[in-house]
């Protein structure tokens, strides 16, 4: 399974971003895709996630409202749309995926077996 994070970059405080995740799994299968973030000196954070076969999205209460998870079956790809960006957000942005997530791992990154590369996000105040 490779997935494949992209689309970070440097923006101001308000601004949007919008991150991809390119997995070679089909977006409409029995897999789940999370993204987490790690900010320097501070663990891994959980951020949101998605059941490519139900569209079920889950969210940290962080983000919630600002962030949307969504899937593109037609490109085999997840996106992360990022918007009211904070400093807050800044972070190096991953996403994760498995076919065996149990319901009460979903927040947890040890729940997820296979790890895309990091993209940067860093928001400016």
């Known amino acids: 399974v490779q997935l494949q994070a992209s689309g970070g970059g440097l923006v101001e405080s308000g601004d949007s971003l919008r991150l991809s995740c390119s997995t070679s799994?089909?977006?409409?299968?029995?897999?789940?895709v999370g993204w987490f973030r790690q900010a320097p000196g501070e663990e891994r954070e959980f951020v949101a996630a998605?059941?490519?076969?139900?569209?079920?999205?889950y969210y940290s209460d962080s983000i919630k409202g600002r962030f949307t998870i969504s899937k593109d079956n037609a490109k085999n790809t997840v996106y992360l749309q990022m918007n009211s960006l904070k400093s807050g957000d800044t972070a190096v942005y991953y996403c994760?995926?498995?076919?065996?997530?149990?319901?009460?791992?979903?927040?947890?990154?040890?729940?997820?077996?296979?790890w895309g590369q990091g993209t940067q996000v860093t928001v400016s105040s």
């Open positions: 799994v089909r977006t409409s299968g029995r897999f789940t």
């Open positions: 998605i059941r490519l076969n139900s569209g079920t999205t």
């Open positions: 994760a995926g498995s076919f065996t997530l149990i319901s009460s791992n979903t927040y947890n990154a040890a729940g997820y077996s296979n």
